[in-house]
């Protein structure tokens, strides 16, 4: 069984939704949980692709959240096909 530590996550602001909704007067930060580098990869490389999406990072520690964050987490596993093509 993996430990919180041996997972990858990949970090991002999210431009689109930033600002509103829960996120109001806050940046919506994106943090995917993956079981493995390449699913990191895979996640890193779709992100680059959307403009919505800025300082993206991947680490394999849990990203430092500011009191000016609203923070969203997902597992890899959720998402939908576009971030795991």
């Not at 602001?13 to 993956?34: R, T, Y």
């Not at 890193?44 to 987490?73: C, D, G, T």
Request: with cysteine.
């Amino acid at each position: 069984m993996k430990t919180k530590e041996q997972k990858v996550f990949v970090s991002m602001n999210d431009k689109f939704l930033s600002g509103w909704g829960p996120a109001k007067n806050k940046i919506n930060k994106l943090v995917i949980e993956c079981e493995s580098w390449e699913e990191a990869e895979r996640v890193e490389r779709n992100a680059r692709k959307r403009s919505e999406m800025q300082y993206i990072n991947v680490s394999r520690h849990f990203p430092a959240i500011k009191s000016n964050h609203y923070l969203s987490i997902k597992k890899y596993e959720d998402l939908g096909e576009i971030w795991k093509k």
